[in-house]
């Protein structure tokens, strides 16, 4: 179940649902998995136009797609990856949440080990050359907008606003991410792991690397067959478990963290003994088609 309150953020599933064709989808896809081949031929519809409107799905969250041997080939399967939909609409005497936020810049990284293909890039200009780790350690990386590894992990270090009179009720992170194919490639499956303070919260399967056209807020300046854009994520760590776009990853809650004082540790990682080692792309503000960097809170509520 995807639960999704009246909020900006929240746009591309609200238009992924708006579309007579994307519904005849999620209908076929009710009765069991397809390929966009079988999606097409149910519908009467050009590959292409279905491809696109699978991929609106896929970013919203309402789909996910797996490469399945099949028939004595491989073939991408797609299959719901949500039971529903639950819009939650503002409560006008409910108290607002309090919260920390802090947003950090993809450059921002104080830890990494990158493996090629791999690169980042500030709004103007692409820092060193494509394919060199040396580059990551550029001081010039702090101005990055956009970076990529085939293999490895960055981690970023935030502070930890919270008082000893405040009592930690749920975390949230949003980012932009994708998978890192040599050139662009929107099969190229990558699993993602997300880790906080040294422990696991889950994994994500990113289905691939950008796709058709460019990324809303990606430069004019950026080539045409690089990353694009990627998948707007929101990651919840709740006292009962981690949920990724509404849907529960893993057993892991807040409580389970080590906490530290003063900060809170974030690794994105793509593992060298993963089933798919597709890379990682992670978009900022300028990059892709969500104008923000990660956003990291901490709700809170006062104690007595």
């Known amino acids: 179940m995807i639960r999704t309150f009246t909020e900006e953020q ?12 994307r519904l005849r989808i999620i209908r076929l896809l009710a009765e069991q998995p397809m390929n966009n081949k079988e999606l097409a031929e149910r519908l009467g519809l050009s590959g292409a136009i279905v491809s696109m409107h699978v991929r609106k799905l896929q970013e919203a969250g ?7 041997r099949k028939g004595g ?12 939909v639950e819009i939650v609409f503002p409560k006008g005497r409910r108290e607002a949440r309090r919260y920390h936020e802090v947003i950090v810049p993809v450059g921002h990284y ?21 394919d060199d780790p040396r580059y990551f350690h550029d001081p010039e990386h702090v101005h990055a907008r956009i970076l990529w590894l085939g293999k490895g992990f960055v981690e970023y270090r935030l502070p930890n606003y919270l008082l000893a009179s405040q009592q930690l009720e749920e975390i949230e992170i949003s980012l932009e991410i994708g998978s890192e194919a040599p050139g662009i490639n929107r099969d190229w499956p990558s699993d ?29 300046w950026w080539r045409e067959d690089v990353n694009q854009y990627g998948y707007l ?31 809170w540790t974030l690794r994105l ?11 990682l792309t992670i978009y900022g503000s300028g990059f892709g088609n969500y104008d923000q960097d990660i956003v990291f809170r901490t709700y809170y509520r006062e104690l007595d």
């Open 73 to 84: 080939g491989t073939h991408k399967m797609n299959s719901l990856a949500a039971s529903g």
């Open 10 to 21: 929240w746009l591309p599933l609200f238009e992924a649902l708006a579309s007579d064709v």
């Open 62 to 68: 309402i789909v996910s797609s797996q490469l399945v």
């Open 269 to 279: 990682q793509v593992k060298e003994d993963a089933a798919h080692v597709g890379g």
């Open 192 to 220: 993602i792991h997300f880790i906080l303070n040294g422990r696991e919260l889950g994994v994500w399967t990113s289905p691939g690397d950008s796709g058709e056209g460019r990324g809303t807020y990606t430069p004019s």
């Open 110 to 130: 104080t830890h990494h080990e990158v493996h090629p293909t791999c690169g980042l890039a500030t709004a103007t200009g692409v820092i060193g050359q494509f």
């Open 233 to 263: 994520k929101l990651l919840r760590i709740k006292e009962n478990g981690t949920y990724l776009d509404g849907q529960q990853i893993s057993a892991v809650g807040w409580r389970d963290l080590t906490i530290h004082r003063n900060y």
